[in-house]
């Protein structure tokens, strides 16, 4: 092989590679999140707090559940398996028009949601502060050099701040891309 094959094989993996440890790292620092969250949460005992919230929405839930009854059942049921996997008792969280909602259950909700909104603002920080842009890998021609910041930044940001998951699937998309890209144009 050619020196500038080899380059041009190697240039990619590479930056993959950091991409992918940028998305590891983004995921240990959510973890270390969470840990400071536990512990203000026992500290400061916010039990009580995620208590509330979980009165409040049984309430509104309950509302929601008992209109629907009356004008559709077949949207009352939608609206208990939508809820069922993510706030209700997972064993028999609706029985006979009750639901069971915990304060534990609303804080599970909320750590799950801020872990995903401080992943992605992390890795939209990293790629931008990196200059990291994924969907350049796409196009053959691509020079190092030519960063220019984009929209495709801020998703490539995304991307990383979900973790290695999305980012085997997005190297997995981009090389499908590339080698169409490869075969339609000429040489």
Request: glycine share 6%.
């Given at each position: 092989?050619?020196k500038e094959?080899?380059?041009?094989l190697t240039?990619?993996?590479?930056?993959?590679?950091?991409v992918?440890?940028?998305?590891?790292?983004?995921?240990?620092?959510?973890?270390?999140?969470?840990?400071?969250?536990?512990?203000?949460?026992?500290?400061?005992?916010?039990?009580?707090?995620?208590?509330?919230?979980?009165?409040?929405?049984?309430?509104?839930?309950?509302?929601?559940?008992?209109?629907?009854?009356k004008?559709?059942?077949?949207?009352?049921?939608?609206?208990?398996?939508?809820?069922?996997?993510r706030?209700?008792?997972?064993?028999?969280?609706?029985?006979?028009?009750?639901?069971v909602?915990?304060?534990?259950?609303?804080?599970?909700?909320?750590?799950?949601?801020?872990?995903?909104?401080?992943?992605?603002a992390?890795?939209?920080w990293?790629?931008i502060?990196l200059?990291?842009?994924?969907?350049?890998?796409?196009d053959?021609?691509?020079k190092?050099?030519?960063?220019q910041f984009?929209?495709?930044?801020?998703?490539?940001?995304?991307?990383i701040?979900?973790?290695a998951?999305?980012?085997?699937?997005?190297?997995?998309?981009?090389?499908r891309?590339?080698?169409k890209?490869?075969k339609?144009?000429p040489?």
């Amino acid at each position: 092989m050619e020196k500038e094959s080899i380059e041009a094989l190697t240039a990619p993996v590479v930056f993959f590679t950091m991409v992918l440890a940028l998305s590891l790292l983004t995921e240990r620092f959510i973890e270390v999140v969470k840990v400071f969250f536990d512990y203000l949460d026992y500290r400061i005992g916010l039990d009580k707090f995620w208590t509330k919230r979980a009165k409040r929405f049984h309430e509104q839930l309950s509302g929601k559940i008992s209109f629907l009854s009356k004008v559709n059942p077949r949207l009352e049921e939608k609206t208990i398996a939508r809820y069922r996997n993510r706030s209700l008792n997972q064993s028999g969280a609706y029985k006979g028009k009750t639901t069971v909602i915990s304060g534990d259950m609303m804080r599970v909700v909320f750590t799950r949601i801020a872990a995903k909104v401080v992943g992605i603002a992390f890795g939209v920080w990293l790629a931008i502060y990196l200059k990291i842009d994924l969907f350049a890998y796409i196009d053959p021609t691509y020079k190092a050099a030519a960063y220019q910041f984009s929209y495709k930044t801020i998703i490539s940001g995304m991307v990383i701040g979900l973790g290695a998951g999305p980012i085997h699937k997005l190297i997995t998309t981009i090389e499908r891309a590339r080698k169409k890209h490869l075969k339609k144009t000429p040489e």
